[in-house]
C-alpha cells in the first residue's frame, strides 16, 4: 500500500485567487492523479501526472486552470487558479503504485476541501 | 454512456438490517478490476476490495459479501446486520487499462444512512 499525505486539508478561499495543494506520498511511484469532487458528486480525473512529463488532462480540464507540477516520484502539485465558488470541491491525490505490472489498485489522500466565496 | 452505475442514490435502513448496494458497470475489455470505495463523512476514501473479471467467486469479509457477475456486469455489495458506523457514501469503480495507465471510472455513490 501506500500512505499519502496531503496539504492543507481545508481552505476557504476569495473568489480570483489560486491555491496549490501539495501531495505527498511514503514511496516513489509512477503514475499520480487529481481528482475533483464537487459537493454531493462523484470523483472526476482532472489530470494524471508521470514525473518527468508533462501533465495529461481530461477533458473538460485544461492546464491554466490546473497547473501541475510533478518534480520528483514521491510528491505532486495542484493549483486551482483564478478560483470561483464552482471551484468549492474535494480535491484528491492518487497514485497506482502497481500499475506498470498490470496490477490495477489506486490509494487516496486524505482529500483537500475548498470552499471558495 | 456511463461506465459504472449506481442507481441507488440514497438508502435508509435501521441498524441489523441487510443492505445491498448495486452496481452495474459497463466495458468492451476483457481485463478489468472493480472495486468498492467507502467515504465516510471526513471524506477520505477507504478501500474495500478489488476484484478482477477473471476472478467471479464471491468474497466474504465480516459482515460485508461482495457478488460479482459478469453475466449481469454487476458488481454488488451487501452489508450483513448493518451498524451505524457502516453510515456514508459508497462507491463502486471500474478500472481499465488506457495506455500506459489504469484509469479508473467512479459511479455515482450510493449514500447509506443506518438509523439506530
Known amino acids: 500500500s501506500a500512505v499519502i499525505s496531503q496539504k492543507p486539508s481545508r481552505d476557504i478561499c476569495q473568489r480570483g485567487t489560486s491555491l496549490t495543494i501539495q501531495c505527498q506520498v511514503d514511496?516513489?511511484?509512477?503514475?499520480m492523479f487529481w481528482y475533483r469532487q464537487q459537493p454531493g458528486q462523484s470523483l472526476t480525473l482532472i489530470a494524471t501526472?508521470?514525473?518527468?512529463?508533462?501533465?495529461?488532462?481530461e477533458s473538460g480540464f485544461v492546464i491554466d486552470k490546473f497547473p501541475i507540477s510533478r518534480p520528483n516520484l514521491t510528491f505532486s502539485t495542484l493549483t486551482v487558479s483564478n478560483m470561483s465558488p464552482e471551484d468549492s470541491s474535494i480535491y484528491l491525490c492518487?497514485?497506482?503504485?502497481?500499475?506498470?505490472?498490470?496490477?490495477?489498485?489506486?490509494?487516496f489522500g486524505p482529500g483537500t476541501r475548498l470552499t471558495v466565496l | 454512456a456511463q461506465k459504472v452505475t449506481q442507481a441507488q442514490t440514497e438508502i435508509s435502513v435501521v441498524e441489523k438490517e441487510d443492505v445491498t448496494l448495486d452496481c452495474v458497470y459497463e466495458?468492451?475489455?476483457?481485463?478489468?478490476?472493480l472495486f468498492w470505495y467507502k467515504q465516510p463523512p471526513s471524506g477520505e476514501l477507504v478501500f474495500l476490495i478489488r476484484r478482477n473479471s477473471f476472478d467471479e467467486q464471491n468474497e466474504i469479509s465480516g459482515r460485508y459479501s461482495w457478488n460479482f457477475q459478469k453475466s449481469t456486469s454487476s458488481f454488488n455489495f451487501t452489508i450483513t446486520a448493518s451498524q451505524v458506523v457502516d453510515s456514508a457514501v459508497y462507491f463502486c469503480?471500474?478500472?481499465?487499462?488506457?495506455?500506459?495507465?489504469?484509469?479508473?471510472?467512479f459511479g455515482s455513490g450510493t449514500k447509506l444512512n443506518v438509523k439506530p
Open positions: 514511496s516513489q511511484v509512477t503514475m
Open positions: 492518487s497514485v497506482d503504485p502497481r500499475g506498470l505490472a498490470g496490477i490495477h489498485e489506486q490509494f
Open positions: 466495458t468492451r475489455d476483457t481485463t478489468y478490476y
Open positions: 469503480a471500474l478500472s481499465e487499462n488506457q495506455y500506459n495507465f489504469n484509469k479508473f471510472y
Open positions: 501526472a508521470n514525473q518527468g512529463s508533462e501533465a495529461t488532462y
